[in-house]
């Protein structure tokens, strides 16, 4: 099961609304699809590159990490973003899901590829066999920065590009490649065209900074089954 929130649906984020409306929020999204919150792992990015393996033992938490998995049934992983790449990957064969934030900072850690790696020594996931789904973000289009520092970092040298002074970064062509050097077949990576700085029912920190609209997160959600 893999679902995410809209804007309609309300902020997601206590780091950006008060902690009673967002969990009312999260209660109405999840019920649409038979979930409780009280089932419900929240992965809390801190952007850097820690994965984390979870159970039934965390469900109703937050965990300080950048990507979970499980292979438990009666969980759901949960993460709430605005630009940042949420990633969804799931092993049918053996029955195993992760949930990935690929930020700019943990994309150029490669933690695409990690995750794989780590499905791979928990589960025996084969990186031919997974099904990959890149959640709406910010595109390259979008993402035009003064001093941006990936233009200082070797890793992003074929990913970003000077422009009047600015520079363009392609975090979503990194975060795609770095599947792809892991071995995931590019016809079992899915992705969402929406990008967040644009797209008016989804919220984006890009835009909000730029024009002043409240803060928001929406929220992606992934479990291996309907609980």
Known sequence: MYCVSTKGDGNMAVTCGDEAT?????????????????????????????????????????????????????VALALPTADCFPVAFYDEKHEAIALAHCGWRPTGLRLAEKVMLKMTE??????????????????????????????????WAKYVQGEGGKTRVDVFTFLYDQLIDAGVPCSHIDADPVDTAMADEYFSHYRSVRTGEPEGRFMTVLALESI
């Open 122 to 155: 928990a589960f025996g996931t084969n990186p031919k066999e997974v099904r990959i789904f890149i959640g709406p973000g910010i595109h390259p289009e979008s993402y035009l920065v003064e001093g941006a520092e990936q233009a200082e970092d070797p890793a």
């Open 22 to 74: 967002v969990h009312a929020n999260r209660a109405a999204f999840l019920s649409r699809f038979g979930i409780e919150e009280a089932d419900v792992i929240v992965l809390h990015p801190e952007h850097k590159d820690l994965i984390v393996r979870v159970g039934k033992d965390k469900a109703g938490t937050a965990v300080n990490a950048e990507a979970l998995m499980t292979n438990e049934r009666g």
